[in-house]
């Protein structure tokens, strides 16, 4: 099974497109978490249920959309490119591999799509639910919750080096920059 | 019945597969054959390549079904070399 969709993802290349997908809305996620939970740790004395509910519901919608936007514009883009290949070719493709890479690839980057930021989401609020189900934490929720948005967002970047070829470290600590300079212009505005 | 030993075909592909890829899907066959494949003149995206394969009975239905799978088209058969098995009533 897992061979198929590599062949299939091969055939239609789309690896990078799945690869890229899955930074880019995994980044949306884990900043859109690291952004809800600055706000409430500026806020301050918010319940941690509170916080659980905000933040799961923004992971559903930013997977929703990462679902419904990828399979839309994969789908569409696949069609278009099986069409002018059909006319290159002056063949009919519609009982072929291309065929079939046209109707299954763009479901895969669409759960990959969808899938990435809620994933991530889950990981970063995760101090929350344990804290929720009496756990003890070194830290309050919030700032752990934090912690683990600024962690996740440094093993993106590392991803995004290992990708590229680039010096892991140098993109992990980049991407953690980008996460820094969004915390404190969060603290800034709000303060 | 006769058996295809050699058959060289002419053949339009997509660029993907590539060739290696291409090659490898006809040679595994349940009666496993030996490809050549030669890139003739690549295009944006498609290739016109030339296919000589060799085995000791070719089987050219399950062949030209895999080329076509793989999106390509047959343009002709350039070359054939068959040998008969010489159990056919002989012809008074």
Not at chain 2, 53 to 65: K, L, N, S, V, W
Request: hydrophobic letters at 45%; charged letters at 20%; proline letters at 4%.
């Amino acid at each position: 099974m897992f061979q198929r969709i590599r062949f299939l993802l091969k055939l239609s290349q789309a690896q990078d497109i799945a690869r890229r997908y899955f930074f880019t809305n995994g980044y949306d996620g884990a900043l859109t978490m690291l952004g809800l939970n600055m706000g409430f740790y500026t806020t301050g004395n918010i319940p941690t249920t509170v916080a659980i509910n905000a933040c799961l519901g923004a992971a559903i919608a930013l997977s929703i959309s990462g679902l419904t936007s990828a399979y839309i514009s994969e789908s569409e883009e696949m069609k278009k490119e099986l069409a002018e290949l059909e006319k290159a070719l002056v063949a009919d493709l519609s009982d072929t591999e291309h065929k079939k890479a046209t109707q299954w690839v763009p479901v895969w980057i669409a759960l990959v799509n969808g899938f990435a930021p809620f994933l991530v989401s889950l990981f970063i609020i995760m101090p929350l639910f344990l804290e929720q189900l009496g756990m003890s934490l070194p830290f309050s929720p919030l700032e752990s919750s934090i912690a683990c948005a600024l962690f996740t967002i440094f093993l993106l970047g590392i991803f995004l080096g290992k990708v590229s070829g680039s010096f892991w470290l140098w993109t992990g600590l980049r991407a953690l920059l980008i996460a820094v300079l969004t915390c404190v212009a969060i603290l800034i505005l709000e303060s | 019945m006769p058996k295809v030993k050699r058959i060289t075909l002419d053949i339009l592909k997509p660029r993907s597969p590539s060739s290696l890829e291409f090659a490898k899907a006809i040679a595994d066959q349940e009666s496993p054959c030996r490809v050549q494949l030669t890139v003739d003149e690549v295009d944006e995206k498609t290739e016109s390549i030339t296919l000589v394969i060799e085995g000791e009975d070719i089987p050219f239905d399950a062949i030209t079904e895999t080329i076509q799978n793989l999106g390509g088209s047959l343009h002709s058969i350039d070359e054939v070399e068959v040998e008969g098995s010489g159990t056919s009533p002989r012809q008074e």
